[in-house]
Nanobody
Framework: QVQLTESGGGLVQAGGSLRLSCAAS????????MAWFRQAPGKEREFVAA????????AYADSVKGRFTISRDNAKNTVYLQMNSLKPEDTAVYYC????????????WGQGTQVTVSS
């Protein structure tokens, strides 16, 4: 059974940094795309960043380019989202997601971790 477990959220001041972790288990993810999404109160869930598990291809939302970095640690089966220069508008619940590379829809989701950026 696939499980994605996020951690690392919290409260940080504007301009600060946080690193989110997504521990993945239950299968081999070498042919998967791993992604981060977020959902702010009263807003729809939005894409933040994604990368192929095996390759180096990455994609970012325009709103986070140059500030956020998605990476993975094969040995720990974990995907990270390094968030720098945080802004109050980055406040949201952040979700880890996974899909096979040949599909568009994300099949697996974590439970989410809250990130709050104070001004």
């Amino acid at each position: 059974q696939v499980q994605l477990t996020e951690s690392g959220g919290g409260l940080v001041q504007a301009g600060g940094s946080l690193r989110l972790s997504c521990a993945a288990s239950g299968r081999t993810f070498s042919d998967y795309v791993m992604a981060w999404f977020r959902q702010a109160p009263g807003k729809e869930r939005e894409f933040v960043a994604a990368r192929n598990w095996s390759g180096g291809n990455t994609a970012y939302a325009d709103s986070v380019k140059g500030r956020f970095t998605i990476s993975r640690d094969n040995a720990k089966n974990t995907v990270y989202l390094q968030m720098n220069s945080l802004k109050p508008e980055d406040t949201a619940v952040y979700y880890c997601a996974a899909r096979p590379f040949f599909l568009v829809k994300y099949d697996y989701w974590g439970q989410g971790t809250q990130v709050t950026v104070s001004s």
